[in-house]
T-cell receptor, first 118, second 110 residues
Framework: DAGVIQSPRHEVTEMGQEVTLRCKPI?????LFWYRQTMMRGLELLIY??????IDDSGMPEDRFSAKMPNASFSTLKIQPSEPRDSAVYFC???????WGSGANVLTFGAGSRLTVL | QKEVEQDPGPLSVPEGAIVSLNCTYS??????FMWYRQYSRKGPELLMY????GNKEDGRFTAQVDKSSKYISLFIRDSQPSDSATYLC??????????FGAGTRLTVKP
């Protein structure tokens, strides 16, 4: 498997523009996570899906952010309109999930999408 | 107060040194504890995993969890230049919603 695939790797855009980040999780993984990483705030969970259904979106900063997972092999994170403070590296991760118990829920991260909003 | 606190460093040590990395947390419901390693321009990779309290050893790496103190540690013995990376602690109450520390940047000098 090629791992979690994210695109684009780098995006530079101007304030007010719409940004769409894409993610292809590992085949067979039931969980998909979107994280944002900045120097100031570290790695923050934005939203996660289980079997394509959003489970917790409490980390989405505001209504400008939206995420969808139309099928098991594709997810998007959209920012509209974008602002300079949205500049960060956005990571997608997927996992088999492990609910309650002692098993490890290993998140496999993609390489990230580095977003710069001017 | 953040749920997970981690000193961002940077931390610089000579090759062969013992490295100690730590995190504290405030949510007593956390019971899944992990350490991820992140190389520059890459996504984090799981390094160690511990469920509830106790110690876990894997080669040169040892993870410790002290739930009474809400404190977790990662020790690296005989550190190598290839260990130079950012180390992030992560924890969860339900094994899905992972909360990460800010990460500690480690440099091991030859």
């Amino acid at each position: 498997d090629a791992g979690v695939i994210q695109s684009p790797r780098h995006e530079v855009t101007e304030m007010g523009q719409e940004v769409t980040l894409r993610c292809k999780p590992i085949s067979g993984h039931d969980y998909l996570f979107w994280y944002r990483q900045t120097m100031m705030r570290g790695l923050e969970l934005l939203i996660y899906f289980n079997n394509n259904v959003p489970i917790d979106d409490s980390g989405m900063p505001e209504d400008r952010f939206s995420a969808k997972m139309p099928n098991a092999s594709f997810s998007t994170l959209k920012i509209q309109p974008s602002e300079p403070r949205d500049s960060a590296v956005y990571f997608c991760a997927s996992s088999l999930g492990q609910g309650w118990g002692s098993g490890a829920n290993v998140l496999t991260f993609g390489a990230g999408s580095r977003l710069t909003v001017l | 107060q953040k749920e997970v606190e981690q000193d961002p460093g940077p931390l610089s040590v000579p090759e062969g040194a013992i490295v100690s990395l730590n995190c504290t947390y405030s949510n007593s419901a956390f019971q899944y504890f992990m350490w991820y390693r992140q190389y520059s321009r890459k996504g984090p990779e799981l390094l160690m995993y511990t469920y509830s309290s106790g110690n876990k050893e894997d080669g040169r790496f040892t993870a410790q969890v002290d739930k009474s103190s809400k404190y977790i540690s990662l020790f690296i013995r005989d550190s190598q230049p290839s260990d130079s990376a950012t180390y992030l602690c992560a924890m969860s109450y339900n094994n899905n919603d992972m909360r990460f520390g800010a990460g500690t940047r480690l440099t091991v000098k030859p």
